[in-house]
């Protein structure tokens, strides 16, 4: 996904970054975990996850079914900021997307898929 240049030399993928930090940082708080005690958790410094949660860093992919587990929300849930997100979107906008976008949503379904088979084996 290419981004564009918006105001004050932020990119869309810079606020996309924001977004979901802001909600890894509220799904953190409901736990009523800290940064540290959070990365103590999952292996990580108090500093990646402050990345993580103010968008300067990318959460990799297998980070997220990680975080996901530790803190019981759904990768959608972080990315798209609801649970229905991808039912919605296959419904009305499926023949819109482009193939970047669906390599991005495969990606992400991937990463679900994985983030439930540990729950299974749990």
Same mark, same amino acid.
């Given at each position: 996904?290419?981004?564009?240049?918006?105001?004050?030399?932020?990119?869309?993928?810079?606020?996309?970054?924001?977004?979901?930090?802001?909600?890894?940082?509220?799904?953190?708080?409901?736990?009523?975990?800290?940064?540290?005690?959070?990365?103590?958790?999952?292996?990580?410094?108090?500093?990646?996850?402050?990345?993580?949660?103010?968008?300067?860093?990318?959460?990799?992919?297998?980070?997220?079914?990680?975080? #996901?587990?530790? @803190?019981?929300?759904?990768?959608? $849930? *972080?990315?798209?900021? =609801?649970? /229905?997100?991808?039912?919605?979107?296959?419904?009305?906008?499926?023949?819109?997307?482009?193939?970047?976008?669906? #390599?991005?949503? @495969?990606?992400?379904?991937?990463? $679900? *898929?994985?983030?439930? =088979?540990? /729950?299974?084996?749990?």
């Amino acid at each position: 996904m290419k981004s564009k240049n918006t105001k004050k030399g932020k990119t869309k993928r810079d606020d996309f970054l924001y977004q979901v930090g802001k909600r890894l940082a509220g799904f953190r708080l409901e736990k009523g975990y800290t940064q540290k005690a959070l990365g103590m958790r999952i292996g990580r410094t108090a500093n990646t996850i402050s990345g993580y949660e103010t968008g300067r860093t990318r959460i990799p992919d297998e980070m997220k079914v990680i975080l #996901s587990k530790e @803190l019981s929300f759904s990768i959608d $849930e *972080l990315l798209l900021g =609801n649970k /229905e997100g991808f039912e919605d979107l296959f419904e009305n906008n499926l023949k819109k997307l482009s193939v970047n976008r669906i #390599s991005f949503y @495969l990606r992400l379904l991937s990463a $679900e *898929l994985a983030r439930r =088979n540990l /729950e299974e084996k749990k």
